[in-house]
T-cell receptor
Framework: GQSLEQPSEVTAVEGAIVQINCTYQTSGFYGLSWYQQHDGGAPTFLSYNALDGLEETGRFSSFLSRSDSYGYLLLQELQMKDSASYFC???????????FGAGTTVTVRA | DADVTQTPRNRITKTGKRIMLECSQT?????MYWYRQDPGLGLRLIYYSFDVKDINKGEISDGYSVSRQAQAKFSLSLESAIPNQTALYFCATSGATGQRMDGYTFGSGTRLTVV
């Protein structure tokens, strides 16, 4: 089975940098994904790491270390609209389906 | 139109009633999923389907059933609803796993309350 750990809440001010860590235990591993969800709306795909290293997409970056079973999502130049829940998710080895962490609620303050 | 459409958006039903949640997608993907979200528990997989003839149980399938009527349609049924099935339900679709950037596309969700 899959098990993912991420912090439940993070608070930061506008313009700051936030790092959301995710550690996972899986019976197989195919890749780590990140999703954003605003106020119970549809989760939206942010990033995907299959290999070790940093992937950058605008203000957001995602990192993976397969040897440490660890990844993080980095949110830079925080804006009020970044207030949302962020979920890490892992694919099983067959790449068949995603298992999600419990989510991290990010609150951005003025 | 949204890529993934779920109906109804909100539903209140009584204990013991049968209810069906519907999902349709215009992405042309073969893979579809039903997830349930409860506060503090993230998204948990109920059922998934990789094509019209394929149905698989997820981690919390008890009390639920599904039907894949066509490539674009995947419905979730609660045969006899109970209060602890009160939750936010999401349908999602994805492309083949060989694609590096094939994230899931989710619908807007169905908020179900069982009283």
């Amino acid at each position: 089975g899959q098990s993912l750990e991420q912090p439940s809440e993070v608070t930061a001010v506008e313009g700051a940098i936030v790092q959301i860590n995710c550690t996972y235990q899986t019976s197989g591993f195919y890749g780590l994904s990140w999703y954003q969800q605003h106020d119970g709306g549809a989760p939206t795909f942010l990033s995907y790491n299959a290999l070790d290293g940093l992937e950058e997409t605008g203000r957001f970056s995602s990192f993976l270390s397969r040897s440490d079973s660890y990844g993080y999502l980095l949110l830079q130049e925080l804006q009020m609209k970044d207030s949302a829940s962020y979920f890490c998710a892992v694919r099983d080895q067959g790449g068949n389906k995603l298992s999600f962490g419990a989510g991290t609620t990010v609150t951005v303050r003025a | 139109d949204a890529d993934v459409t779920q109906t109804p958006r909100n539903r209140i039903t009584k204990t013991g009633k049968r209810i069906m949640l519907e999902c349709s997608q215009t992405k042309g993907h073969d893979r579809m999923y039903w997830y349930r979200q409860d506060p503090g528990l993230g998204l948990r997989l109920i059922y998934y389907s990789f094509d019209v003839k394929d149905i698989n149980k997820g981690e919390i399938s008890d009390g639920y059933s599904v039907s894949r009527q066509a490539q674009a349609k995947f419905s979730l049924s609660l045969e006899s609803a109970i209060p602890n099935q009160t939750a936010l339900y999401f349908c999602a679709t994805s492309g083949a796993t060989g694609q590096r950037m094939d994230g899931y596309t989710f619908g807007s969700g169905t908020r179900l309350t069982v009283v």
